[in-house]
């Protein structure tokens, strides 16, 4: 019988070896993440389908959910609407990354020591996207869209969440999502390391940007093999989605 294990890692296999390949151009030259200040639709616009990353400094200290967003209000969130944790299971995505974690459920079970991330207890990281249209709805009451997108770009229905403390956080993977996508730090800091892709290794560079509290990193992961590192402190926090 061929394990749950195996299969996901032939279908990560598929899709590396199915996927279209990487124009060099998008990265030729690019040493670093581009930092803008006080970005704005004008400054954003020669980067929004660039495909190259791009770090809008303090583009969401204003938003509410840098002051509210916590473990427990996710906890309370999803024990409250009902049907909200099914939903994930059922329609979205839960990643587990390196935890024993099965279900988001299971992670807002885990000890108020470990939640808060004790001295003493194992550091995790996770992360989902939300399907429920009653908790988007709640989540968007505490953040907006990046007011400095495309005027004509839609975003997706979904919101993606990934949460915990210092240590690694993602491995180095493409999403396969179509769409470039962006990142809002909300609490704590996170250090992105960026690879190009094999067939754009002779021509282009690897690099890392560290987010921080309030900063917004805007990324084609579908184009650039990256992996996370949540830096010692604050707990990490970062909500995100696509754009077209």
């Known amino acids: 019988m061929i394990s749950s294990r195996c299969v996901l890692d032939n279908n990560f296999f598929l899709m590396e070896i199915s996927r279209p390949e990487t124009n060099c151009d998008m990265c030729r030259g690019v040493k670093s993440v581009e930092t803008l200040h006080n970005v704005s ?15 809008a400094k303090g583009a969401a200290l204003r938003w509410n959910a840098t002051r509210t967003f ?25 990643f587990p990354f390196r935890t024993s974690f099965v279900t988001l459920e299971s992670v807002f079970r885990m000890s108020d020591q470990k939640a808060a991330g004790k001295s003493g207890e194992e550091p995790w990281y996770i992360g989902w996207s939300n399907c429920n249209p009653q908790v988007a709805q709640i989540l968007r009451d505490h953040y907006e869209r990046p007011h400095f997108l495309p005027a004509e770009s839609e975003s997706s229905a979904i919101d993606w969440i990934f949460m915990g403390w210092s240590g690694q956080g993602a491995s180095f993977h493409l999403d396969y999502v179509q769409r470039p996508s962006w ?18 290794e002779h021509v ?5 940007v560290t987010v921080e509290k309030g900063d917004i990193v805007l990324i084609d992961t579908n184009r650039w093999y990256h992996d996370t590192f949540v830096e010692p402190g604050e707990i990490s926090i970062s909500i995100g989605s696509e754009y077209d």
Request: charged share 25%; with cysteine; glycine share 4%.
């Open 41 to 55: 639709r004008d400054s954003f616009a020669a980067y929004a389908y660039s495909g190259r990353p791009v770090l």
């Open 70 to 94: 916590s473990f427990q209000f996710f906890k309370n969130l999803y024990e409250e609407i009902d049907g909200a944790l099914d939903s994930v299971e059922d329609e979205c995505q839960f």
């Open 183 to 200: 990142q809002a730090q909300l609490s704590g800091r996170k250090t992105w390391k960026l690879l190009p892709t094999p067939e754009c």
């Open 204 to 208: 282009c560079e690897s690099f890392q």
